[in-house]
């Protein structure tokens, strides 16, 4: 059966005002249930986590369940899930922290493809430590990062590749399993930003053959904050810089201060969230979340098809999303107009679609759009037929001014 989207949508107060959102890449709605758990665990006891008192056991069950939950949407155990401020902050500490082993002669891969927060750490560690940064390119006329490109830059002394499962800017899914296959045959680790594909794709750690794998529950339906995924094997390995008195046992020594456990009570609502779209009744979460994620893709998929149908029809619209395999996510420009321009007139109208190059400074110039990019068109669970008219006659209608 299709999504029931009038029944999800009336679980987005924000969608009451009457905005069609297709910002969604850059962070998502949030429904109730993840503001009523966040608001759940503020408004009982907590305290730092422990097993004496009350509010010492509801922050340690929090953090217990957040683990779990985190664990059965990527497709990784509990104890190799690390939380962080973000995704961006987690990638600097973890590279700070495997740059401790690299020296002058060591390789360190990155891709054209991935948004600065997948470059820049393993850029500026690797300067620090003297290795070489090797970069992967992209097909810019089909927006294709192939396991070829990542090959022809990989050497023995490549130490770590990171590269995304989804492109933010054009919503390209590279081979990830194949890349990493290549990457473990040369004795590399594989690093790959997930923040955009998780909004739309279950992930699944050994299935992707990640190393590390990072996601942001903020765009898909959760609070703020980063999730890192990795094997506990491989995160004893690692000893990051850390306070004296802080835990030593994985995964918490990777995890400075106090964690914000009623942001991790409104991620864990958010998977749940996400298990109930279309998950069998009395399935484990992780068999729920498999089918809420393939009900989504459908979902997604046909609005998305529906758009670029009716936006190919017009010569004034570029789409730069052109992967054969790739996310509900266009990015798209109009001859001389300013893609700003329509970002605004269209918000006129009340419907956010921004215009940027979204952080992904690499893939923009490399289209030939510099560090302007173009108008992001993102899809979200809550999506609808009516919100793609919108957005659709919106743009029609701003093209047309200049007739």
Sequence with gaps: MPLDITAIRAQFPALKEGIAFFDGPGGSQTPAPVIEAIAGALANPLSNHGRVTRSERNADDIVTAARQALADLLGARPDGIVFGRSATQLTYDMARTLAKGWAPGDEVVVSRLDHDANIRPWVQMAQQAGATVRWADFDPATGELTTDDITAVLTPRTRLVAVTAASNLIGTRPPVADIARAVHAAGALLWVDGVHYTAHCLPGLDDLGADFFTCSPYKFLGP????????????????????????????????????????????????????????????????????????????????????????????????????????????????????????????????????????????????????????????????????????????????????
């Design 224 to 403: 703020h904050l980063g999730v890192l995924a990795a094997r506990p094997e491989l995160l004893a390995t690692l000893v990051p810089d850390k306070l004296l008195p802080s835990s030593d046992a994985v995964p918490a020594r990777f995890e400075y201060g106090t964690l914000p456990y009623e942001l991790l009570a409104g991620a864990t609502a958010a998977v749940d969230f996400l298990a109930a779209l279309d998950g069998p009744a009395g399935a484990g979460r992780r068999q729920r979340l498999a089918a809420s994620y393939a009900a989504l893709e459908k979902h997604e998929e046909a609005l998305r098809r529906r758009i670029e149908e009716e936006l190919s029809a017009d010569a004034r619209v570029t789409c730069h999303s052109r992967a054969a395999r790739r996310t509900p996510t266009l990015l798209l420009t109009f001859g001389a107009r300013d893609p700003l321009d329509a970002y605004r007139y269209l918000a006129g109208r009340g419907v956010n679609a921004p215009s940027s190059a979204f952080y992904a400074l690499e893939a923009s110039r490399r289209l030939g759009l510099g560090d302007a990019g173009g108008l992001r068109v993102g899809l979200a669970p809550y999506t609808s037929e009516d919100d793609v008219a919108r957005l659709l006659d919106g743009l029609r209608d701003f093209l047309d001014q200049e007739r």
